[in-house]
């Protein structure tokens, strides 16, 4: 059982260039969400998707796009990489947004140069 | 302004010796609190939630207890195996999002 999967572990941007960091998941959970993880700080919250079609935006959203396209996927779109994105972000599932358990990804540890 | 604070942020303690990690929170309306372990280069694991004051979890060695202002974590007779960041997370009742709080990192020492 995969759970939820993160590509790639690691990446080194320069500064300006975009990517995308991939989630997907195979528990057919419809709430999905990215996290960022800095030194010294608890997570926060980027974007979020209640289910195919539908986000919305988080905590700290400026810099990141998203879509759901289907249940399983999740992905993060860097516009314009600055080096304040250095970070390791998280995705993460729950079968639902309250009160239940939530699954992580391993997560991507990003340098932006 | 919705906030939660772990304390210490970082625990060292002999294997055997048992203690409390603890996770304030300021919030505006609590839905949910919950805690998570982390193991170094991986994504954090589920281990309790709670909702009411009063409630308590219990897993292992480990028991999660809640009041209306904060959460305690006691750890009992802990083994090196339980060393991690254990992190604390509110869930608000105006909408689905979590407060992270920034982790205490718990090492046990054989």
């Known amino acids: 059982n995969a759970g939820v999967t993160q590509t790639p572990k690691f990446q080194v941007l320069k500064t300006g260039q975009s990517m995308t960091l991939q989630c997907a998941q195979d528990?057919?959970?419809?709430?999905m969400s990215w996290y960022r993880q800095d030194p010294g700080m608890g997570l926060r919250l980027i974007h979020y998707s209640v289910g195919a079609g539908i986000t919305d935006q988080g905590e700290v959203p400026n810099g990141y796009n998203v879509s759901r396209s289907t249940t399983e996927d999740f992905p993060l779109r860097l516009l314009s990489a600055a080096p304040s994105q250095t970070s390791v972000y998280f995705c993460?599932?729950?079968?639902?947004?309250?009160?239940?358990?939530?699954?992580f990804g391993q997560g991507t540890r990003l340098t932006v140069v | 302004e919705d906030q939660v604070t772990q304390s210490p942020e970082a625990l060292r303690l002999q294997e055997g010796e048992s203690s409390s990690l603890n996770c304030s929170y300021t919030?505006?309306?609590?839905?949910?609190l919950f805690w998570y372990r982390q193991d170094p280069g991986k994504g954090p694991e589920f281990l309790f939630t709670l909702y009411s004051a009063g409630e308590e979890k219990e897993k292992e060695r480990l028991k999660a207890t809640l009041t209306k202002k904060e959460s305690f974590l006691h750890i009992t007779a802990p083994k090196p195996e339980d060393s991690a960041t254990y992190l604390c997370a509110v869930q608000l009742r105006s909408n689905y999002q979590l407060i992270w709080g920034a982790g205490t990192k718990l090492i046990i020492k054989p």
């Open positions: 919030v505006s309306g609590l839905r949910g």
């Open positions: 528990m057919n959970h419809e709430y």
């Open positions: 993460a599932s729950s079968y639902a947004p309250t009160g239940t358990e939530a699954f």
